[in-house]
């Protein structure tokens, strides 16, 4: 099995991913995701949380642990129902952040960028949108994305007011990232960004250390990197690089952390061969080496098998790197009901993700 170097090939998908003040969007619609509405192929919209009952209740009901955690009849029900809200972010963490209500920030407006430096075996996304083919994207300027961004927003009979920049992995080309945050700030525009990064590519954020030590303690922008698997052997078969690797998360999260960022994680649920609790447990100590309440700011996610993911599994499969045989709703009961509680209190575990503080 040939192993990637992610340094090397950021390095070769940065040059194709930004071009003249420009930036390689992928398109949308070829994905088949069936999730969210698309706009001009490039953009997306949609409900990150879809309860009926989470709409009509009442502000104190929305932050009590009514719609936390997983459902009490777990064992008996499929597993994209186990989770009440499987995922919080970034309804909630935009909210608590700027003194809100969650469904005000619930429908998120997202881009994905063309080009990762992984190539996840789990991933959702075809392979030819992820190594920045221009015959799967587009390039676009950040004045462009804002004012697809405002037009959704305007054509929507709910409130828009959540950018999701995507991927790919963002941090490949993090000027982007900056470049859209001014962009916000100049127009006045009340639009919190949510980044998501695979954390493998800490090299070019450090570059503009200065413009994001500025921005990242600003309270309209959240930060949630992925972590690949709960240890290095994981981690290589999940992302087909180099098992070495795997510790260049750990310092990503921390060059966050140190930056005063509103940091969440994210921890696919494969984990592979018998010893799913050892991992976990060990995986949660790592975390709290970071930050002591950052397993509490982490959430696990079920893998949904769309149909380029289908494709992406069998690919992956024939290349060495199948997905593990454990059961994810195994992974999910031992990191909710078993490990978590050992490390925290209910009084914590009854909290949002955003509710636990980071410093």
């Known amino acids: 099995m040939n192993s990637i170097d992610p340094i090397k090939k950021a390095e070769i998908l940065r040059e194709k991913m930004m071009k003249d003040g420009k930036y390689l969007i992928t398109k949308f619609d070829i994905q088949e995701q069936n999730t969210g509405k698309v706009l001009d192929a490039y953009f997306r919209y949609k409900n990150y949380i879809d309860n009926k ?17 997983l459902t009490q009849n777990f064992w008996s ?78 054509k929507s009979k709910e409130p828009i007011k959540v950018m999701r920049i995507s991927g790919g992995n963002p941090t490949i080309i ?35 250390k200065g413009d994001f030590e500025k921005i990242l303690v600003q309270k309209n922008i959240g930060v949630v990197g992925c972590f690949k698997g709960t240890c290095n052997e994981d981690f ?16 990503t999260v921390k060059w966050f952390l140190n930056r005063g960022a509103d940091f969440y994680a994210y921890l696919p649920a494969l984990v592979y061969g018998n ?12 975390l709290k080496n970071l930050n002591k309440n950052l397993p509490l700011r982490t ?36 990191w909710y009901n078993k490990l978590l509680p050992q490390f925290y209190s209910q009084e914590n575990l009854n909290k949002y993700c955003c509710e636990m503080p980071l410093k």
């Not at 290589?236 to 510790?247: D, K, Q, V």
């Not at 010893?275 to 790592?286: G, L, Q, T, W």
């Not at 079920?302 to 195994?330: C, D, H, M, V």
């Open 299 to 334: 959430e696990v996610l079920e893998i949904i098998s769309y149909p380029w993911a289908k494709l992406n599994f069998e690919r992956t499969k024939n290349l060495g790197r199948p997905l593990p045989k454990t059961n994810q709703k195994l992974v999910f009961d031992i």
């Open 77 to 154: 029900v499929p597993i994209e129902q186990t989770k009440k809200l499987e995922f919080q972010n970034p309804p909630y963490s935009a909210a608590y952040r700027l003194d809100k209500d969650p469904r005000e920030y619930n429908k998120v407006f997202t881009i994905q960028l063309s080009g990762c430096d992984y190539d996840c075996n789990y991933c959702y996304v075809p392979r030819e949108s992820n190594v920045a083919n221009i015959k799967f994207g587009k390039y676009f300027s950040v004045k462009e994305i804002v004012n697809y961004f405002l037009s959704a927003a305007e």
């Open 174 to 208: 993090p000027e982007i990232i900056l470049d859209i945050y001014n962009e916000i700030r100049n127009q006045n525009l009340n639009i919190y960004l949510w980044i998501d990064t695979n954390l493998s590519s800490l090299k070019y954020l450090e570059d503009l």
């Open 53 to 69: 009952e989470w709409f009509s209740a009442s502000l104190k009901d929305i932050w009590s642990p009514k719609f936390l955690g």
């Open 275 to 286: 010893n799913v609790e050892e991992k976990s447990r060990k995986f949660i100590k790592r």
């Open 236 to 251: 290589s078969l999940i992302t087909g690089a180099e098992p070495h690797h795997y510790e260049k998360q750990f310092e």
